[in-house]
């Protein structure tokens, strides 16, 4: 088909569109979902009873914010990806984030570890972290689906990779708070493990996430 | 991108509530900064190619055209359409090159583009036949029923009074015998 034909052939009948709403727009209403979605996960859960004093520690406030950030700039990465004139720089942000994140939970895995002679190092199986994951970012997770599969036309694996990482960050967000971690090595190991384990799954599957006729 | 012609945000809006007329002219007015974009981009792909990724572009704008923020200018918008459209055309092209031959120039005396569609058939078809003539009575009618008129069991055990686990010895034992008479050893030998 010639060009010129394909542009006459696609002005007709030219129906009106609904502007879609932009990365802050929708990162905002997505925010509206999970923000009461985790309290609610924290509730149901019952928050640890020493959560009062580990408030109180810069370090506990540091990996929590870091988390935070994390799932922000992801989630708004996610909604950026699929709209063909954001900058590059947008997309990639998420990971300096989680750079950032890892880098802070492995300094304090280090600081603790020396002044606990090692003790901090010490790894046991801890499976609860996966499913309490999975729990607390499901809604979030869902959500991100939802509003992607509407939003998001190009670059799907990127924006599925990128709202799949704002998920598990959410839901990292709310785990210390009624999840105790017996050392940092497993925090780093079984909780930031849990968050890459279903960052990459999403990352292979979401183009076929986002494509397939809906199911949610 | 400076060489936008400030007419393109006031036609996608216009576009975006319905008007054929502006999109048209917005279409038009892109078609050859888009030709221009891509020959740039990627200066080693040939014509069709470069007007494969142009189409691609504006049907992924005609489809995304509720993703346009009225407040930024459209040559981004439509340049990084391009940038990801263009590169799945090229994805697409290099993964269907190693299975390609390019033929520049073919001799009027090559023979490998001959068509022959029917010659080795029809030449398998007599062989068949041949063999099958050689056959006995019986198998010859095992075989017209189940293998030439592809009729099932049931229907073969219906006109030919057989029961069908008899019906299908009798077809292994014909297909044995047809395959050693195309072979050239006489029927009954096995």
């Known amino acids: 088909m010639q060009t010129e034909d394909l542009i006459t052939s696609l002005t007709q009948n030219l129906p009106p569109v609904r502007r879609a709403s932009s990365p802050s727009a929708l990162l905002l209403r997505w925010l509206l979902i999970t923000a009461p979605v985790l309290v609610l996960v924290v509730w149901i859960m019952g928050p640890l009873p020493s959560l009062t004093t580990q408030i109180t520690q810069p370090r506990f406030i540091r990996a929590e914010l870091l988390a935070g950030v994390t799932c922000l700039v992801s989630a708004y990465a996610a909604f950026s990806a699929g709209r063909p004139d954001e900058p590059a720089w947008k997309l990639w942000l998420p990971f300096i984030a989680f750079g950032l994140w890892l880098a802070e939970l492995g300094r304090q895995c280090f600081v603790l570890s020396v002044q606990t002679k090692g003790a901090a190092l010490v790894l046991h199986t801890d499976f609860m972290c996966i499913p309490a994951i999975a729990l607390a970012g499901l809604i979030p997770a869902l959500a991100m689906v939802w509003f992607l599969r509407r939003r998001a036309a190009f670059r799907l694996t990127h924006a599925s990779l990128c709202g799949a990482m704002a998920a598990a960050a959410a839901a990292e967000v709310a785990l210390p708070l009624f999840h105790a971690a017996e050392t940092m090595m497993m925090v780093l190991v079984w909780q930031m493990g849990s968050v890459v384990l279903f960052t990459m799954f999403a990352a292979a599957c979401g183009r076929f996430i986002l494509t397939k006729p809906a199911i949610i | ?190």
């Open chain 2, 1 to 190: 991108m400076v060489d936008e012609d400030p007419n393109w945000r006031v036609w996608m809006v216009a576009a975006q509530a319905g008007d054929a007329r502006a999109y048209a002219a917005l279409l038009g007015a892109a078609l050859p900064w888009l030709r221009r974009r891509a020959r740039s981009r990627w200066p080693y792909s040939n014509a069709a190619d470069i007007e494969d990724m142009v189409q691609e572009t504006l049907l992924a704008l005609h489809q995304n055209r509720h993703l346009y923020d009225p407040t930024r200018p459209l040559a981004p918008f439509l340049f990084g359409i391009l940038k990801l459209r263009g590169a799945d055309v090229r994805r697409r092209r290099q993964r269907h090159a190693g299975h390609e031959t390019a033929i520049e120039d073919v001799p009027v005396t090559f023979s490998g583009l001959i068509t022959n569609e029917t010659q080795e058939s029809d030449s398998d078809r007599a062989v068949m036949l041949a063999a099958i003539a050689e056959l006995s009575e019986r198998d010859r009618m095992v075989l017209e029923l189940l293998k030439v008129r592809q009729l099932s069991l049931r229907e073969a055990a219906t006109q030919t009074g057989m029961s069908i686990v008899a019906l299908k010895v009798a077809t292994f034992r014909a297909m044995q015998r047809l395959k050693a008479v195309m072979k050239g050893s006489h029927p009954d030998a096995n």
